[in-house]
């Protein structure tokens, strides 16, 4: 599961238990100004996440984490469950989409959606 913690300018996102070491260890902090939209997105965390960029771990229908790339496109991933997933979607970013798994979908969504203006 992946954490979320803002500050007035960033994003910071950290990894949780034995998803650090298959996905990524160091947080990834991402400038909120990069942000162009939030949602929560089951569907999405559905689907396949594309060709593995450096180090990722997809076991299907067990967790997807780490970097992928699929039609163009650079994703970070932390999913397990897709229930919980929310889509960040970013420009002049490192990544395209951030698909991660989160403890309260909504309250992270509204969070997010208040401190990046989108």
Do not use: Q
Request: aromatic fraction near 6%; proline fraction near 6%.
């Amino acid at each position: 599961m992946a954490e979320l913690a803002c500050t007035e300018t960033h994003l910071t996102i950290r990894l949780t238990g034995a998803r650090r070491a298959f996905g990524r260890w160091r947080p990834l902090v991402i400038p909120l100004a990069a942000i162009t939209a939030v949602r929560a997105d089951p569907a999405a965390a559905r689907a396949f996440p594309g060709a593995r960029w450096g180090k990722a771990t997809n076991l299907p229908g067990v967790v997807n984490t780490g970097s992928f790339r699929r039609a163009g496109s650079r994703d970070f991933w932390d999913v397990a469950n897709p229930d919980d997933a929310i889509v960040i979607e970013l420009e002049g970013a490192r990544y395209d989409r951030l698909i991660l798994e989160v403890d309260d979908p909504e309250r992270a969504v509204a969070e997010l959606r208040a401190r990046s203006a989108v």
